[in-house]
């Protein structure tokens, strides 16, 4: 009464006849298309503020009024290549700050030059 005749089917584990690698391709697309996605308009952007903040801070030099990232605006009294940069806050007040710590340079200087005769 019920009964139905049966047909040969695939097995529910096989692939299809020549189309298992394109069936995982097209399931792969749209996780694919996301990341691209992702590099251009996220990662991309950030790795090029990186650089653009690592060259400010490398060119940090004597004389250059900078903004802390703590809100603190000063002239650098004394930079010399490594980690630490004098920064006068007020008249008289010297503090040292790490150089990662500058979030901007307001003016550059002109290069000072200590070695002129007076």
């Known amino acids: 009464m ?3 005749p049966a047909y040969a089917q695939a097995a529910a584990g096989a692939p299809a006849a020549g189309g298992g690698l394109t069936e995982i391709l097209v399931q792969l697309m ?3 298309l996301l990341v691209v996605i ?3 308009l996220i990662f991309r952007p950030q790795q090029k503020r990186l650089k653009a ?3 400010m801070l490398a060119a940090i030099r004597r004389g250059d ?3 802390t990232t703590g ?3 000063g002239k650098v009294t004394k930079a010399v290549d490594g980690e630490d ?3 006068e806050i007020a008249t008289g ?3 040292k700050l790490v150089r990662g710590m500058i979030s901007d340079v307001r003016s550059k200087s002109e290069p000072v030059n200590d070695n002129k005769p007076a």
């Open 38 to 40: 992702f590099w251009f």
């Open 53 to 55: 903040q690592q060259a």
């Open 30 to 32: 749209p996780i694919l």
């Open 71 to 73: 809100g603190i605006v």
């Open 93 to 95: 007040v010297k503090v």
């Open 85 to 87: 940069l004098e920064v």
């Open 2 to 4: 019920f009964v139905t």
């Open 65 to 67: 009024t900078v903004v």
